[in-house]
């Protein structure tokens, strides 16, 4: 997968012409009226922006080729306004869909001359309004002035982030290939989950209408009780029958999903291969890092941030005296449970990880009663706000879910399918009590624009305090063996194959080779070292992190990036300089898990790789250090590793790679006294 991805950006950096000429057409097009709809601009500045981070494109150009697209389009659009005006209504799709232009004229008439910067970020008046501007004879001058003006702020606000994305992404990618895969799952969870939200708002009304013709056919064709339940759905003085059809749509498809996943579960379909891979999958990309921030976002689905936010919707509904919708609010949290959990012990499906043996997981009861609480929340709020707030409000509710459901898959408390099988359930639910609640209460509510920010205070108080009192640690962390022991012959004979040769990252793919297998205290290792010219690695701290944007920077000043083998980051950094100021060498260890006895105790074995890194500046303003592949492992290892030579007491092969033996004194001995001879 890492060879894929830097094959991809190498030949990106070889086509920079072409990837110029895709920003300055989708700039271009975009802009341009009815086909701009249909042209994804701002995600290609975002995708543009990304390969700028990652040293693909240059910034410069990507800036001046997005502005000129930009500049380009809104002046055709206004030419095309200007040339036809009154025949623009006769025209497709103008003639079909009149309340399109009618709303770029009503926000050019409330903003005047500033609706063509602000439209520039409306995505349905993007190409409409210059169309408008030319039509109402605005000032080719003015006009153009403010043009520019927009695409100059256009342009870097759909880049940049672009940018920051990319330049992030290469810097985990030189920690580990692992955080890469993190940060893209984690941006297209939030991404997909938003745009989703907006596309299901914006076709609303659509589907809505269109079930409602074949509701009303199917109505007029049964006369009896089903037929007057359809007939006052579709009654047009009814309030909320949008909502009505729009939530009995929900109850049939999650329904539908539910039984898909269940009959799946209950025959071993092909569905539950895909459990085993997409668990061994998170299994293989899993950090200490990931899995700690993992554990902090499943707070958000915790017993005391759910409990939180009931006791939060009920003393509002009791604000608002609807005593009904807290009946309905809490029916739906305990039936649901009590619903779930006689499903789970009629299946008996275990967990995949181990240690929750005496759990069942189908459906997921964690994943239901998050879908429970932030559904009919989200429900409850999306009636009491804007259009916007409202999209933003489901957009969220989606995310949590998702990030709770992801948490749980990755530490193996449920499978892929059980998580899928909970939220189809509980959304089923949820829609069902939503149905109820209108079809019990069909005026809108007031409004309570307000009331998400209290939300919002309410999880965010009770995950800071979570995290606060006590560090959430993953379910399935558990102590770890005590290490191995064996004694100092035994490790130079035989037992020092037990360790790698090479570092891995992901699947078993080979990084630095270990050149190094050293048996010592921690103090003891950093004594010699540092006696020998090394110094301990910069900290990634907020000062050092600010070194990697500057502009004259030597290789020693950068903060030292750990790296991970297997998923566990190296514990010991030292690092110093190379032959110049742009090149270091840098020493990582690792804990193998093992202990030699060099009589007088126990002492802890460790791992090592030299690295020769060399400084590079593959986007402006990222500086970033690679590791120089050119060096020869047994060059580097007698390079860098000079001086160290009282300490070894063995050298073998490992496959190629030539790995020395090192013991280390006690701390309170000499570091140049040797405790064995070398061989």
Avoid at 28 to 55: C, H, Q, R, Y
Avoid at 364 to 380: D, M, P, Q, R
Avoid at 453 to 472: E, F
Avoid at 597 to 606: E, F, S, V
Wanted: hydrophobic residues 55%.
């Amino acid at each position: 997968m890492e060879h894929a991805y830097i094959h991809l950006l190498h030949l990106l950096a070889g086509h920079a012409s072409w990837m110029l000429a895709v920003v300055f057409l989708a700039a271009f097009l975009e802009a341009i009226a009815v086909i701009g709809t249909f042209i994804p601009g701002s995600t290609a500045m975002f995708l543009a922006g990304a390969l700028t981070g990652t040293g693909s494109l240059s910034l410069g150009w990507v800036f001046a080729w997005a502005i000129l697209g930009a500049i380009a389009g809104d002046g055709m659009s206004f030419w095309i306004g200007a040339r036809y005006k009154e025949r623009i209504v006769n025209l497709w799709p103008f003639r079909t869909h009149p309340e399109v232009l009618d709303a770029g004229q009503r926000f050019f008439v409330k903003h005047g001359t500033k609706s063509v910067v602000l439209a520039r970020f409306i995505g349905p008046l993007r190409a409409i309004v210059p169309v408008v501007a030319g039509m109402m004879d605005m000032p080719p001058l003015r006009f153009y002035a403010i043009n520019v003006l927009s695409a100059l702020l256009w342009a870097p606000a759909h880049i940049l982030p672009g940018v920051v994305f990319g330049a992030s992404v290469l810097l985990a990618g030189a920690v580990s290939f692992r955080l890469v895969v993190i940060i893209a799952m984690l941006v297209c969870i939030v991404w997909l989950s938003f745009r989703g939200a907006g596309f299901l708002v914006a076709h609303a009304n659509a589907w809505s209408s269109a079930a409602g013709r074949r509701l009303g056919d199917w109505a007029c064709r049964h006369p009896g009780p089903l037929g007057r339940i359809a007939r006052r759905m579709l009654d047009p003085d009814t309030p909320d029958a949008t909502h009505l059809l729009v939530t009995s749509l929900i109850v049939l498809v999650a329904g539908a999903l539910f039984f898909g996943v269940l009959e799946d579960v209950v025959s071993g379909d092909p569905l539950t291969a895909v459990d085993l891979s997409v668990y061994h999958f998170l299994q293989s990309v899993r950090t200490p890092w990931g899995d700690a921030v993992l554990a902090g976002l499943a707070t958000l689905g915790s017993g005391l941030t759910l409990t939180a936010l009931i006791v939060t919707v009920a003393l509002w509904m009791m604000w608002e005296r609807r005593w009904h919708t807290i009946g309905y609010w809490l029916a739906a949290v305990a039936f649901s449970q009590l619903l779930i959990v006689a499903l789970q012990l009629a299946m008996r499906r275990a967990p995949p990880n181990e240690l929750m043996t005496s759990h069942y997981v189908f459906p997921s009861n964690h994943v239901a009663a998050t879908v429970i609480v932030y559904g009919f929340l989200a429900f409850l709020l999306a009636r009491r706000v804007g259009k916007l707030e409202g999209v933003l409000v489901a957009g969220a509710s989606i995310i949590v879910v998702i990030l709770v459901a992801l948490a749980g898959v990755s530490f193996g408390r449920y499978w892929v399918s059980d998580a899928i099988g909970g939220a189809a359930l509980a959304y089923a639910w949820v829609a069902i009590v939503a149905l109820t609640a209108i079809w019990r209460h069909p005026h809108p509510p007031p409004q309570r624009r307000f009331m998400p920010l209290v939300v919002g205070a309410v999880v965010l108080t009770s995950v800071g305090v979570q995290l606060g009192v006590a560090r959430p640690a993953p379910p399935d962390s558990a102590p770890r063996p005590a290490p191995v022991r064996f004694t100092q012959a035994q490790w130079q004979q035989s037992e020092w194959r037990r360790l790698p040769c090479y570092r891995s990252d992901m699947g078993g793919d080979r990084k630095e080779p270990f050149t190094l297998q050293w048996a010592g205290e921690p103090a003891a290792l950093r004594g010699q070292l540092l006696a020998q010219g090394w110094v301990e690695g910069t900290d990634v701290s907020a000062h050092s992190l600010l070194s990697l944007a500057s502009p004259d920077v030597a290789a020693v000043a950068l903060p030292v990036l750990p790296k991970l083998n297997n998923g566990v980051p190296s514990t010991l950094v030292f690092m110093r300089p190379g032959d110049s100021r742009e090149e270091r060498y840098v020493l990582r260890f690792w804990p193998s898990g093992y202990t030699v006895d060099t009589g007088n105790a126990a002492a802890p074995l460790w791992i090592g790789a030299f690295a020769h890194e060399r400084l590079t500046r593959p986007s402006w303003p990222l500086n970033l250090l690679r590791i120089d592949r050119q060096t020869r492992p047994l060059d580097l290892s007698a390079r860098a590793g000079a001086g160290l030579a009282a300490t070894r007491v063995g050298e073998v092969d490992c496959h190629g790679v030539p790995v020395s033996l090192l013991v280390s004194p006690p701390a309170s001995l000499p570091a140049s006294l040797p405790v064995a001879p070398a061989l």
